[in-house]
């Protein structure tokens, strides 16, 4: 972790992170089979509401 970060400055690097993630998973579906479909859809929900926890957190903080 770079120690010149602010908590809030991490704390928004992390929520970024976790949006591109969320996008490159979703852009996987296009391309996956039909048998792991299921599977990366939830990745998807597990990053989105990942991303909602950071957010939420950071707003309060």
């Known amino acids: ?3 010149s970060l602010t908590i809030k400055e991490l704390f928004v690097k992390c929520y970024c992170e976790s ?11 296009d ?7 299921e599977y990366l859809i939830e990745l998807v929900e597990k990053t989105a509401s990942t991303s909602k926890k950071i957010k939420e957190f950071y707003e309060k903080h």
């Open 19 to 29: 949006r591109k993630t969320q996008a490159y998973l979703t852009q996987c579906l």
């Open 31 to 37: 391309k996956c089979p039909e048998e792991e479909r």
């Open 1 to 3: 972790m770079n120690d």
